[in-house]
Nanobody, 124 residues
Framework: QVQLVESGGGLVQPGGSLRLSCAAS????????MTWFRQAPGKEREAVGG????????YYGDSMRGRSTISKDNSKDTIYLQMDNLRPEDTAVYYC?????????????????WGQGTQVTVSS
């Protein structure tokens, strides 16, 4: 089992920045791949981007491409989502998810472990 805990959400003004963290614990071997998702009210869950323990190269979805940066702290089994130039349409609950098959997968159904989510609200 893998446990995921997100933190860092909150209220930010349009154009501002926010950094989310996701700490993984439990079974965190080299076959872990983690992905950030978000879900706005009335919309489907969509992938923001992810990174795997094996390759350590981030991949980004279309939703925040160019305005987000994903990184990993190897010493802490923690990944980060840096979000810049935030817009009101970025308002959503942001989730950290993981699978233990070594490859990032942007399909929610392919990720077996989920955090509780953290609310991000972009508003003036």
């Amino acid at each position: 089992q893998v446990q995921l805990v997100e933190s860092g959400g909150g209220l930010v003004q349009p154009g501002g920045s926010l950094r989310l963290s996701c700490a993984a614990s439990g079974r965190t071997f080299n076959d872990l791949a983690m992905t950030w998702f978000r879900q706005a009210p009335g919309k489907e869950r969509e992938a923001v981007g992810g990174i795997s323990w094996r390759y350590r190269v981030p991949y980004y979805g279309d939703s925040m491409r160019g305005r987000s940066t994903i990184s990993k702290d190897n010493s802490k089994d923690t990944i980060y989502l840096q979000m810049d130039n935030l817009r009101p349409e970025d308002t959503a609950v942001y989730y950290c998810a993981a699978n233990d098959r070594g490859e990032i997968n942007f399909s929610p159904e392919a990720n077996d472990f989920w955090g509780q989510g953290t609310q991000v609200t972009v508003s003036s």
